[in-house]
Each structure stands twice: as structure tokens, then as C-alpha cells.
């Protein structure tokens, strides 16, 4: 229930192959399904295996790769008032197009006994909804990042070090996958990796949502929305973790940079000043014969981030010299809001500290057939460093294989999501202050926002699927003023 992936020794080729490459994938997106999955992909590795050039079961290298097209279209909504007074992070209530493109290789070599080393470059070319603002906590498409654009990008997403000791227990084979060597380990192991990587390739893993590229859009599924892990505006962190597997039990730990400015791509590498600390204890099990996990996880960051409290009394004490237009002129870090009669988080950022903890349940129906729920609770105090601004979250849903139509390599699935704030989050957006991806300029009212995601994809060749897919989000922003919204989209995803 688990990844760990992997990369060649014979790196030119393949890199030259990154270079003429068109697009790259979302970092919190997971690269590819649990081990024990079956393959469903045209596999290079298995190819060479057969040809006697490579053993994809006991593994010295290899290398995977994807081809990831999303387009989305929002229909018009209504929406009484838009990023009013000066406001900047409303979604707009026109019609708008959204496209990402994603091209990512996986590279995985083994270095001795235990050790592995991966690379992963990546390119993305992207066109988000309204710059990426108006939405906290159900983005529509998982693998928009907070820098890019329509022109593709070329970067190093992954480079990392994995070391696993054997402690023995029950034979475990690990499938050859992306960023996985295949080999035999015991069920008793401890696995250390460190490096720049996504904390979504380790932490609340879930074999039901396995991969976004195969599963459902929008972000609430990808994750828990108000989970808000350390990482740069592109999703990836430097840092290491570790983790104990001993039979059906796990338990991980892991600490990673913050960006220096929250939602910004510069790392702040004083790990031991600011950091993001997880902590997250799995326990898998069997239910009527069927596959299941329960996944208990906590998260603590330090960050120089902004109380929502702190900027209010910053703005009540001096609403002319503290409010948002002028963060600008003082040289403080903000996101552009002209609103002079709101507060701000760039007068009261500093060293603070957020928590928060939720649950992962999975649980197989059949084979072929699962269901998932996720839920977590974030203190709600300060404002969103690196992911969503939702302070609470919840989603659930189903997901499957078309085996009872005779389309074993279709995938189905419907899903909810709600994100909440809290009562002092909302009484800064309502003042007219702006927090990441959220602010319209007032929110008398908050609301869940929620979002219901139906997704069909057709295995058209073995390599190769076409995705439909539909959503409806309720309260975008978390204001009931506005919305719902409508949002058709289409997905083509190749894996090599």
C-alpha cells in the first residue's frame, strides 16, 4: 500500500528524452498506483525483461515515464459582487478554460545493499481558473501548480537517496513501478529517505485514489484539503524521513522545508528553525476477506506565517498605515490586494506554529471495487503556508474498474468533498482581507465548500486513456453568496 519507485544507471538517453519532453506533473500528484497493483501500462521494463535484457523482479534499474493532458471548462455562474473593494482573489463568474500538460520520466538505480537513488525531471505547461484564485479547498484540477505557464517548464521535481534494512519477518515482493526497484524485503523493515521529494509519495497513501492521474480530478481527493504540508509552489520539499514496517503495522515520521514566504517557490533550508513535522501510524487489515487500511496522521509546522487574529488587531489599532494597499509600498510580502479598508497578513507574519490531525480509511468491496473516506481538523489559526487554505476537510467516495462490463481496465468513480474555515479565518475574509486562494472581499456567511466529482476513463489502447469528467462545486471560496459552479473536463494520460 505503498510506493517506493525507481531510476537507471544509463541516465543520457533517457534525459535527452526530458529535454525535447512537453510537460510535467503536479508534485503532490502520486506517480503511480500502490505496489501489488496490477500494471496496466505499456511497461518498457517488461518488454526488455522478455527480451532478456532486464530482470523486472529482482531489479539494478529502471526507468517509467507519463504523458498527462488536462482541459477543463467553467461554465458562468452567479456571483452578486466580485473581489469587491479592491479585493484580488475571487474565482470569476465568466466562462474561463483551464488546461495542464505534464510530462514527467521516473529514473531509479540501485547503489548497494539497501540503497537506492531516484531522479525525476519534470516539464508542465498550464493555464489555471482565474490565476489559480477563488477556490480553498476543491481545485478542479490536481496538477495546477502556483508558478508556471502556458509555455513549458523544464525542472528536477525529485532527486532522492532510499535506504531500507531488513529486520526480517514475511517475504514482501515490491513490483517494478516509478520511483520502486523491484525486489523481495521483509515485513519487518525500516526505510529512510532523504532528499527533495513530494511528502504525498510516502504520507496518506490511499490504494483507491492510487493515482489522480487515473482517479478523480480535483484536488480534495488527492489528499486531505486541510493538510497544509510544508513545500514549494510547485509541491516539492527537501527533507527526509522514516519509517517502520513490521507486518500489518507502520508508522512514518518525516521532517521538511517550508517555502520562505508562504505559497512561494523559494525553500527556506533552516530546517531546524522552520519545518513541517508528520507523523502518521497505518494499521492494514483484512475485512470479509477484502483489503483495508486505517491511517492516523498528525502534522505539525513552524513557519513565518500571519495570525488571522494578529492581522485584525494590526488593522484595528492602525487601519491607515496597516491595511492590504499598503503592504505593497512598505515592501512586505502579499498578494497583491488593493483593498485600503481590509486587513493583512504581511504585517504579522512571524514564527508561528499550526497543527492539525485526521483519518484515512480504505476498504476494498471487491477486487476490483473500493471505497475511501478522508477527514481531518486543522487549528484554523493562521494562514495557509503551502497548500489550501481550508481548515477542516472531509471527502468520501467510491472508485473501481469496469471488470463487470468487460472494460477490466476502465476506471469509474464518483466522490464528495466539503472543506470548512474557522470563525476567525472568516472574520478576516470578511473584513476584505485575502488569504493564498481565497477573498472576495466580504463573506458575512461562511459556507462549506463542497464539491461532488464523477469520472469515466476508457483504456483506449493498453497505454493509453480518455477521461470525462464532471464537477459541481457549491460556495467556491467558502461564501454562499456565490456559486455553484460547473466544471466539464477531459483528460488524456499515457504511462510507459
Not at 511497461?43 to 515515464?65: A, I, K, P, R, T
Not at 528536477?156 to 532510499?162: G, I, M, N, P
Not at 504540508?229 to 517550508?258: C, H, K, M, N, Q
Amino acid at each position: 500500500m505503498r510506493l517506493e519507485r525507481g531510476a537507471p544507471s544509463t541516465l543520457l538517453g533517457a534525459c535527452a528524452i526530458a529535454a525535447i519532453a512537453s510537460t510535467s506533473a503536479r508534485a503532490v500528484a502520486q506517480a503511480a498506483p500502490p505496489a501489488g497493483h496490477e500494471d496496466q501500462s505499456f511497461d518498457l521494463m517488461n518488454l526488455m525483461s522478455e527480451h532478456g535484457l532486464h530482470d523486472v523482479h529482482d531489479e539494478s534499474w529502471n526507468v517509467y515515464g507519463q504523458f498527462t493532458y488536462i482541459s477543463s471548462w467553467k461554465r458562468p455562474f452567479r456571483a452578486p459582487y466580485t473581489n469587491a473593494n479592491g479585493s484580488v482573489n475571487s474565482l470569476v463568474p465568466d466562462a474561463e478554460r483551464s488546461f495542464t500538460g505534464t510530462f514527467t520520466l521516473f529514473f531509479g538505480t540501485k547503489l548497494w545493499k539497501g540503497g537506492e537513488a531516484y531522479l525525476v525531471p519534470e516539464v508542465i505547461a498550464e493555464r489555471p481558473l482565474s490565476n489559480l484564485r477563488g477556490l480553498g479547498g476543491s481545485i478542479q484540477n490536481f496538477e495546477l501548480q502556483k508558478t508556471g505557464g502556458e509555455s513549458p517548464q523544464l525542472y528536477r521535481a525529485r532527486t532522492f537517496l532510499r535506504q531500507t534494512f531488513d529486520l526480517g519477518g514475511t517475504p514482501v515482493e515490491k513490483d517494478s513501478d516509478p520511483m520502486q526497484l523491484a525486489s523481495t524485503v521483509g515485513s519487518r523493515r525500516l526505510v529512510f529517505t532523504l532528499g527533495s521529494f513530494t511528502i504525498l509519495d510516502i504520507f496518506d497513501r490511499n490504494s483507491i485514489t492510487w493515482d489522480p492521474r487515473q482517479t478523480f480530478l480535483n484536488m480534495a481527493f488527492m489528499t486531505h484539503s486541510s493538510w497544509d504540508f510544508p513545500s514549494d509552489a510547485r509541491g516539492y520539499s527537501w527533507g527526509g524521513t522514516a519509517e517502520l514496517f513490521w507486518d500489518d503495522w507502520a508508522v512514518r515520521v518525516g521532517r521538511i522545508t517550508p517555502p520562505k514566504n508562504p505559497n512561494a517557490l523559494p525553500q527556506e533550508f533552516r530546517i531546524f528553525t522552520y519545518y513541517g513535522d508528520q507523523l502518521e501510524i497505518e494499521h492494514d487489515h483484512k475485512l470479509l476477506g477484502q483489503s483495508g487500511a486505517v491511517r492516523l496522521l498528525g502534522y505539525r509546522n513552524r513557519t513565518d506565517t500571519g495570525r488571522f487574529a494578529d492581522a485584525i488587531a494590526a488593522y484595528e489599532a492602525d487601519p491607515t498605515h496597516k491595511n492590504a494597499g499598503e503592504c505593497g509600498g512598505a515592501g512586505l510580502y502579499n498578494y497583491g490586494s488593493g483593498n485600503f479598508s481590509a486587513p493583512d497578513l504581511c504585517w504579522v507574519r512571524r514564527p508561528n506554529v499550526k497543527l492539525g490531525a485526521g483519518i484515512n480509511l480504505e476498504q476494498h468491496l471487491t477486487d476490483d471495487l473500493g471505497v475511501f473516506l478522508r477527514a481531518m481538523w486543522s487549528d484554523g489559526n493562521n494562514e495557509v503556508g503551502a497548500f489550501n487554505p481550508a481548515d477542516r476537510s472531509l471527502s468520501f467516495g467510491a472508485a473501481g474498474k469496469g471488470s463487470l462490463w468487460r472494460r477490466p481496465l476502465d476506471v469509474a468513480g464518483i466522490g464528495f468533498g466539503a472543506s470548512w474555515i474557522s470563525e476567525i479565518h472568516r472574520e478576516y475574509l470578511d473584513m476584505g482581507g485575502v488569504d493564498g486562494f481565497v477573498g472576495d472581499g466580504h463573506l458575512p456567511k461562511a459556507a462549506a465548500e463542497s464539491v461532488i466529482d464523477l469520472f469515466y476513463s476508457v483504456n483506449f489502447v493498453r497505454a493509453v486513456w480518455f477521461t470525462a469528467d464532471y464537477q459541481r462545486i457549491w460556495n467556491p471560496g467558502f461564501n454562499p453568496d456565490r456559486g455553484p459552479v460547473d466544471i466539464f473536463g477531459g483528460r488524456v494520460h499515457a504511462e510507459f
